[in-house]
């Protein structure tokens, strides 16, 4: 009887209730602020995409403006050919930088926001498994950026080194041609020096007829010289730009890597924090269990003392009742 008085004053505290009232009004604002967020991240990534769709056309057209530069053998168009690609790899770069940029952005903007809400939403999670819409999305869209920028990029970065090889072959071709020319001036200013026997005039004639043919030569040589210190020079700036672009792969490689290790630590440390919680419950229901057996039994042992009492007054009375007759 005393027990159930006592469970009816003071009754036990069930923690799980508290503790789901506690986390469904914390999740309330969560929910919200990570849903506004998310909402904001797509025009962002609409943009992005349309820098993506242009740097995919631009490394088209370098690739077609790179095959007609080695089948063709005019060096005025080799020369056009030249000037484009320098123009398109400049435009590439520039994009790739700013679509790298955007990507870093938008991944420090939503990353936090989608641990927040999963660390926060584990309990939820584990028992119906159900994810927003939102949170798939804006997930899904930053890994699909990712993705389609590496493989744009490793492509350009493919098409960059086949250019590359064939402006080093035109390079090892002209070179040879440089030589040729140098070695047929100097046969020509040797045979000059030889002539010592021939008469004055026609000295003066042979030197007359072969200063044009010199002059001519010395003229090619040096534009076959300015076209390969610009080849050079492409050649320098394309190994640059591959080395900056396989820069800015390795670094999402890198933050991929680095979030998955996040994602790791979180569900680690969320599912420590799980069995704690529910080694923590365990460990309040048997204190709890421990008090109201300790009160009960102070509750028996009173009643016991009063019964004894009752019983000890009873049986004085008797005694003194029983005396006085």
């Known amino acids: 009887m005393f027990n159930n008085l006592f469970n009816y004053c003071f009754p036990p505290i069930d923690i799980d209730e508290d503790a789901q009232l506690t986390s469904t009004t914390r999740m309330v ?29 631009d490394v088209v057209q370098f690739r077609e403006i790179s095959h007609a530069y ?33 990507i870093q952005l938008a991944e420090k903007v939503v990353q936090p926001l989608l641990n ?15 994810v927003p819409a ?21 492509k350009h970065n493919s098409n960059s080194i086949d250019y ?11 070179r040879t041609t440089v030589d040729n020319i140098k070695t047929i001036v100097n046969q020509d200013e040797e045979n000059l020096h030889r002539t010592l026997t021939v008469s004055d005039e026609q000295m003066q004639l042979q030197t007359t007829e072969h ?3 010199q002059q001519q030569d010395l003229t090619k040589e040096e534009i076959e010289i300015a076209d390969l210190q610009t080849r050079l020079e492409s050649v320098r700036v394309l190994n640059e730009r591959v080395r900056q672009m396989n820069e800015m792969t390795m670094a999402l490689y890198l933050s991929v890597q680095e979030q998955n290790e996040l994602a790791d630590n979180i569900w680690l440390n969320t599912t ?20 109201q057996s300790k009160m009960a039994l102070w509750i028996k042992l009173l009643c016991f003392t009063f019964c004894f009492l009752l019983m000890f007054l009873l049986i004085l009375t008797l005694i003194i009742v029983l005396s006085q007759k």
């Open 164 to 174: 590359q090889n064939d402006l080093k072959r035109s390079f090892e071709v002209s």
């Open 211 to 213: 200063k044009p043919q």
């Open 134 to 154: 939102y949170i798939r999305i804006a997930e899904n869209q930053l890994n699909s950026l990712k993705l389609s920028f590496k493989r744009i990029i490793l």
């Open 29 to 57: 604002p969560f929910d919200t602020r990570i849903e506004m967020e998310c909402k904001n991240f797509l025009p962002e990534v609409d943009e992005t995409w349309s820098l993506i769709r242009q740097l995919s056309k």
């Open 272 to 291: 420590t924090g799980s069995d704690y919680i529910s080694q923590s419950v365990d460990e309040f229901r048997l204190i709890n269990n421990l008090k």
């Open 70 to 102: 080695k089948y063709e053998h005019s060096e005025d168009e080799q020369k056009r050919y030249l000037d484009q690609l320098k123009t398109i790899d400049g435009t590439i770069y520039n994009l790739a930088f700013a679509i790298h940029q955007r």
């Open 116 to 130: 927040e809400f999963r660390s926060s939403t584990l309990d939820e999670q584990e028992s119906n498994n159900y």
